[in-house]
């Protein structure tokens, strides 16, 4: 087999063998084909994308490129979660416990964020003494005990997704929904699950800015996963404001323990229970929607749900009484209030800028080198449809430095306010659920 007949069969839109795919991975892996042609490649399927069964392909391809982790050991259908991203997305901090305490195990593995702010293991380490660091052994015995656990992602999982995604970085080929479906499904599969909820982001605050190109990527990903044997599950969610009102890391844990108890934001506690109970249903837990919804809804009234955050906490190191006294995470030595300058309803929050003003109090990354400040982020309090008198607060930083005017000149320009009332957006688009193969 040659490279170069390879990409010739996939420049002119011919589907590839499992083979032929496999070829490619493990010579790119490997060093065996050059940067040259893979770029060849990534840009011919860029152009002639890929059909459901070469994506398949090319998913299990890049799973199989490292570690694949074990986790037939654990009792129970491993249902994972997967977020592609956007502004104060708390949501694996609050389902975690809440599908763990309905039974549906949850094996976690998390990386660190880059951009707005920090990622779930980021986040997770805002409490004290909280430690991602345990073996694969203690690991696999939490979750069995708890139901519970949350690791850092292996070295070596999906290397060939590492190397393909740097150089689609440099190729103007990160946008090719076939690459981004495959690298995303990869390292679920690699992980261990056994199903899949994606919860696909789309709004100024997404990768993918409209319903409909969220859509197509929803479809490629759930094809992938009834192409490879994993029952996989898609809610389309808006992603047009921030998340919630926490945006910064101490913050957001602060605001997912707030709607454990049934106290949180209404889009954040309504997205976690959607995601949840399509959780509950992959997992054998429920046979429908309001079956799920009712068990989701009882261990927050109960209780339950924030009682196993707390053990989950105590079993990695941390403070379980931060899950009932939030007021002991880390705090910022200023706090400033944003105020509105007009009066009416507030129309839009670009939520992408609102994010990067939270990274420049340290909230998040610009680089991998750069360190997060876990206190530091901003609290929104209006989202839009939300009357605004001039004069009233709209925003409040929390900082650990004077330099907050940058931030604060963001939020006055990108919140935007409008005389007229605003109609509130739609939280979830659409939900796409296919039986794997």
């Not at 670009?350 to 610009?366: K, Q, T, W, Y």
């Amino acid at each position: 087999m040659r490279m170069v007949d390879v990409i010739q069969k996939k420049r002119d839109g011919d589907t590839l063998s499992e083979a032929e795919i496999r070829y490619f991975v493990n010579g790119y892996t490997d060093g065996s084909i050059q940067d040259y042609q893979a770029s060849a490649f990534l840009m011919a399927t860029y152009f002639s994308g890929m059909e459901p069964e070469e994506q398949g392909a090319l998913t299990m391809a890049m799973a199989d490129s490292g570690d694949r982790i074990d986790l037939s050991a654990i009792e129970g259908i491993k249902v994972d979660k997967h977020s592609t991203g956007g502004v104060g997305d708390t949501t694996t901090l609050i389902l975690a416990p809440l599908v763990a305490a309905c039974g549906v195990p949850v094996a976690k593995m998390s990386g660190r964020g880059l951009g707005h702010t920090g990622g779930t293991l980021d986040k997770l380490e805002a409490i004290d003494g909280f430690h991602v660091e345990i073996t694969e052994k203690e690991f696999v015995r939490q979750v069995n005990d708890l139901k519970i656990a949350v690791i850092g992602q292996s070295g070596n999982l999906t290397p060939a997704d590492k190397k393909l995604y740097a150089l689609r970085d440099v190729t103007a080929t990160v946008d090719s929904i076939p690459l981004i479906a495959s690298s995303i499904m990869s390292k679920k599969i690699a992980a261990g699950a056994d199903a899949i909820v994606l919860d696909v982001k789309t709004g100024d605050g997404a990768f993918m800015k409209t319903p409909e190109d969220a859509e197509v990527l929803a479809e490629a990903m759930v094809d992938i996963g009834s192409e490879v044997g994993r029952h996989t599950i898609a809610v389309i969610s808006d992603m047009s404001q921030p998340l919630g009102y926490a945006i910064g890391n101490a913050l957001e844990v602060k605001e997912a323990i707030e709607t454990l108890k049934g106290q949180g934001p209404d889009d954040l506690t309504e997205l976690c229970l959607v995601l949840g109970s399509k959780m509950l249903i992959a997992g054998g837990k429920a046979k429908d929607t309001k079956e799920a919804r009712q068990q989701l809804q009882r261990v927050i009234d109960d209780g339950s749900a924030l009682e196993l955050f707390a053990k989950f906490l105590e079993a990695q190191g941390g403070n379980p009484e931060i899950a009932r006294n939030p007021e002991l995470l880390p705090k910022a030595s200023i706090v400033r209030e944003v105020k509105s300058t007009s009066t009416g309803y507030i129309s839009k929050m670009e939520a992408d800028e609102i994010g990067v003003a939270a990274m420049l109090l340290g909230a998040g990354r610009a680089t991998k080198e750069d360190e997060i400040d876990l206190a530091v982020g901003i609290v929104l309090k209006k989202k839009i449809g939300d009357a605004v008198q001039a004069g009233e607060t709209i925003a409040v930083i929390h900082a650990n430095s004077e330099q907050t005017q940058q931030t604060e000149k963001m939020l006055v320009q990108h919140i935007h306010v409008s005389r007229h009332p605003q109609k509130r957006p739609e939280l979830i688009y659409k939900v796409i659920d296919r039986i794997a193969k």
